[in-house]
């Protein structure tokens, strides 16, 4: 959907809303209604641009984008909960909804370690992918022992991949220690290697679910007590619901599942930018080389797709090489040199920018808290 359609679809904001009740009143917007509309105002505006970013959702530089957008709305949200404070002691529909959303942010922390810890499965599929590329190098002819080398970093990774997908093995295939495994079976090393932060039991899905239980939007009681201040709380907690869903959807994480139910009331300036990316999120999820993906991340159908097309590419090799074969072997190459980078520069900025969602949220559950008492 076009950005003016989302414009032209923003529902009435607050002082709006308030105009219309005074009818012929004359009322002149205070300055917490005037925060109000404007935070909501942001809000719709940062899922319009990220709707605007349609060719690459779900990779890497999007949900970046995702992740800075999520900061800034937090940071607006920060600064209302600082600014009103005295009002927020005072009412007591608006300290309780607060105290929720908090609660709230603590299981996203969850969210956090799992989706770092997911990343490093990816990180590890990079370097079988820079196996292929190095023993494939264009630069060199080809010879058995490097198709050897390729064929077994290829099988390694679709085999990591697999691993992955397959949730009935992940358990038995975490380990809970620093370091590597001393697995015998090389090939599955990649998946069994890892240092999980989050217990045995926990699960995303789950997760996802308990983020999402009673989160409804605010009877206009609680509304008009808080002053206007149940509406951001309950923007603030739908956004960080949404934002949770998306990292859960993207990466490798323990017992993935979308099945959470989300809906916002499309008055509300942002809800119709957020559902339909949510339902576009959703759309791509049902795709039947989608399904039971490990994750819905754009570089990992790209890495699944071009290591499979040049697994089925090395195994009908035959030496001595014909030219037509040799330049086939480089088209692949390149296509899987192209993966290989973007992994190789977004992966590390990428698990940054988790970590700084996760200090941020503490940090401000941890301040906000401590103006309320």
């Known amino acids: 959907m076009p950005a003016t359609d989302f414009q032209g679809s923003f529902g009435r904001s607050l002082l709006t809303s308030r105009r219309h009740q005074v009818h012929s009143t004359h009322h002149e917007p205070t300055k917490m209604e005037i925060e109000l509309d404007s935070f909501q105002r942001q809000v719709a505006e940062k899922f319009i641009h990220l709707n605007a970013s349609s060719g690459e959702i779900l990779s890497l530089s999007w949900i970046g984008k995702l992740l800075d957008s999520f900061l800034c709305c937090q940071d607006e949200f920060r600064a209302i909960v600082f600014s009103h404070r005295s009002v927020i002691i005072s009412k007591p529909p608006t300290d309780r909804l607060l105290s929720d959303y908090f609660e709230r942010s603590v299981k996203a922390l969850d969210v956090c370690n799992a989706i770092r810890d997911g990343i490093e499965p990816i990180r590890q599929w990079r370097k079988l992918s820079d196996i292929v590329i190095s023993a494939l190098d264009s630069r060199r002819l080809i010879g058995e022992g490097q198709l050897r080398r390729a064929k077994k970093a290829l099988v390694d990774l679709a085999i990591g991949m697999l691993d992955e997908k397959d949730p009935s093995s992940n358990a038995s295939h975490r380990n809970r220690s620093f370091g590597r495994t001393k697995d015998n079976h090389n090939r599955s090393i990649v998946s069994r290697s890892l240092s999980w932060s989050v217990s045995r039991s926990w699960s995303a899905s789950k997760q996802l679910q308990a983020l999402a239980n009673n989160l409804t939007a605010p009877r206009q009681n609680d509304v008009a007590a ?109 296509e899987f040199v192209e993966v290989h980078e973007v992994l190789k520069k977004g992966l590390d900025p990428f698990e940054r920018k988790i970590r700084e969602v996760f200090h941020r949220i503490v940090r401000s559950r941890t301040e906000s808290l401590d103006y309320l008492c």
């Open 226 to 334: 808080s002053n206007g201040l149940a509406v951001p709380v309950y923007t603030m907690a739908s956004v960080l619901l949404f934002v949770m869903w998306v990292l859960v959807a993207a990466i490798p994480c323990q017992d993935r599942g979308l099945q959470v139910n989300f809906s916002v009331p499309r008055h509300y300036q942002w809800a119709v930018p957020v559902m339909s990316l949510h339902d576009r999120i959703v759309e791509e999820s049902k795709r039947r080389d989608r399904k039971n993906c490990c994750g819905l991340l754009m570089e990992i159908d790209r890495m699944e797709k071009s290591s499979r097309a040049m697994s089925e590419l090395v195994d009908s090799i035959r030496f001595p090489l014909s030219d037509e074969k040799e330049i086939e072997v480089k088209e692949r190459v390149e």
